[in-house]
């Protein structure tokens, strides 16, 4: 389906350990997070909490197991804070996934984010930006590429639960409110699915302005308790709505087949947080390559 070399397979470590809520899976290591993304078939990681940020220690770990980078997760505050503070921590972040090789910076726009807010009911707040937040994130979301542009790379925006960029319509004033040259699209399957969103259509619709894959499933019954008992996005997360590609509701054959139509080149990066006491992340990883072999040929 896929030509050789066209599409590399990553795994994000917050299977193994979940950056907004450190106490699932504190115990893990970094050392046994990146040898079972290796020994589970993947090439490629992003960068969690417990990753060396000495970019020699880190390329020296990763090389012994056959990895790279793929990307990194920015958080932006474009319509909450000054520019300037925006700016310099995006820099920064530039820079280490320039000297790990990455091509692509990943952004979300966390002002007014609900997202790591424990208590907070996830359908029934979900921040809404105002047409000035919009002007703010537009033109800060092309500046970021610009600066992104410096180093030949580029930027993703990630559409993600819980922000004022979650559902399809704002997906699509998005991307009609920035230059294609400078601001790309992140396609997230799980968030989509979880939201109530057409996953397929989005795909279809965007397909030139995606540059970067997350390959997430969606538990069905959560979904529903989440909804019905206004959970938080972090109490979803903890009930277990996410989960690898084969395990959830998800059918990824037309997802793989749509992309290798279009040839698309880059990664796909199985990103499915969970509490790892109740699912190892080892054997999820396992479970989710074997998936991925078998629905794309990869």
């Known amino acids: 389906m896929f030509k050789t070399n066209q599409v590399k397979l990553a795994i994000a470590p917050i299977g193994w350990t979940n950056d907004d809520m450190p106490e699932l899976g504190g115990e893990v290591t970094f050392e046994q997070c990146i040898s079972e993304m290796a020994l589970s078939g993947f090439t490629g990681s992003e960068v969690g909490n417990k990753y060396p940020r000495d970019t020699k220690v880190l390329k020296k770990a990763l090389s012994l197991r056959g990895l790279e980078i793929a990307s990194a997760w920015f958080s932006s505050f474009l319509t909450s804070k000054p520019f300037e503070e925006t700016a310099g921590a995006f820099k920064e972040h530039r820079d280490f996934l320039f000297e790990m090789g990455a091509k692509v910076i990943v952004v979300s726009e966390q002002g007014n984010s609900i997202q790591g807010q424990m208590e907070t009911s996830l359908f029934d707040h979900k921040p809404v930006f105002t047409e000035n937040e919009w002007t703010l994130l537009l033109e800060g979301l092309h500046h970021l590429g610009d600066l992104a542009a410096e180093k030949g790379m580029k930027i993703v925006y990630h559409h993600h639960m819980g922000t004022g960029i979650q559902t399809t319509e704002e997906i699509a004033r998005l991307m009609t409110g920035t230059d294609p040259e400078k601001v790309s699209?992140?396609?997230?399957?799980?968030?989509?699915?979880?939201?109530?969103?057409?996953?397929?259509?989005?795909?279809?619709?965007?397909?030139?302005?995606?540059?970067?894959?997350?390959?997430?499933?969606?538990?069905?019954?959560?979904?529903?308790?989440?909804?019905?008992?206004?959970?938080?996005?972090?109490?979803?997360?903890?009930?277990?709505?996410?989960?690898?590609?084969?395990?959830?509701l998800i059918d990824f054959k037309p997802v793989f087949e749509a992309?290798?139509?279009a040839e698309y080149k880059g990664w796909f990066v199985v990103e499915a947080?969970?509490?790892?006491?109740?699912?190892?992340?080892?054997?999820?990883?396992?479970?989710?390559?074997?998936y991925i072999r078998e629905m794309s040929g990869i």
């Open 273 to 290: 947080e969970q509490d790892p006491a109740v699912a190892n992340p080892f054997e999820y990883a396992v479970k989710a390559r074997q």
């Open 185 to 248: 699209l992140l396609y997230d399957t799980g968030h989509l699915v979880f939201s109530g969103e057409d996953h397929l259509a989005v795909l279809s619709t965007y397909m030139d302005r995606i540059h970067h894959v997350h390959l997430k499933d969606v538990r069905a019954d959560i979904v529903k308790k989440v909804r019905e008992e206004k959970l938080s996005f972090l109490q979803a997360v903890k009930a277990g709505v996410f989960t690898v590609p084969g395990d959830g």
């Open 259 to 261: 992309l290798s139509a």
